[in-house]
């Protein structure tokens, strides 16, 4: 096949105006019409092959530089706090995800919550967590490289008020300076 051709079916477009098409003219590796078969037609001329799709629906092609894959599904499944603006947000989520989800034994967020988003600019507390979750251990890590837990699961872990501090630790719930993309 050609730099020039025609593909027929179900296109779906991305133009709130015009959602679905029937054709689209491809000219020298760049689509020149989407819309009608006729239209099409008549952007690129007579003999250009035409790839026909029966069945199945073309789509815009998919860009991610990076993403992984695993991982975002996983999330999926865990409370969602994306949009968390302060801990009251993030105290409020986890009441929310435990009521829905009685039969999940650990509270866990994916990435995607940022601690300079929060209006506290700091981490929530064990305490703070426990207020939101105290029956169930709640675990929320931050890009993989911090992580709050409330009560419970720390005491599972076996971390208590007697467990040395481990090498080049931090004890500042401020954040270091991050930049928007962590």
């Not at 037609?41 to 003999?47: D, E, I, L, M, W």
């Not at 947000?89 to 990435?111: C, E, F, L, M, N």
Request: with cysteine.
């Amino acid at each position: 096949m050609g730099k020039t051709f025609i593909v027929e079916g179900d296109i779906v477009t991305m133009d709130p105006a015009r959602p679905r098409a029937r054709a689209m003219a491809v000219r020298d590796g760049r689509v020149v019409a989407v819309g009608s078969v006729d239209e099409a037609h008549t952007a690129v001329g007579p003999g250009v092959p035409v790839v026909r799709y029966a069945s199945g629906t073309v789509v815009p092609g998919l860009i991610d530089t990076h993403n992984h894959m695993q991982w975002t599904g996983i999330q999926s499944r865990l409370v969602d706090l994306a949009g968390a603006r302060s801990i009251a947000d993030i105290q409020a989520a986890i009441r929310a995800y435990a009521a829905k989800h009685p039969q999940v034994r650990w509270i866990t967020s994916g990435s995607g919550w940022h601690v300079v988003n929060l209006a506290e600019k700091r981490y929530p507390t064990r305490q703070e967590l426990d207020a939101a979750c105290a029956d169930r251990p709640v675990y929320l890590p931050r890009v993989g490289h911090a992580g709050v837990a409330n009560s419970l699961a720390l005491q599972l872990a076996g971390i208590g008020a007697d467990t040395p501090e481990p090498p080049a630790a931090r004890s500042s719930a401020t954040p270091p300076a991050c930049p928007t993309a962590c």
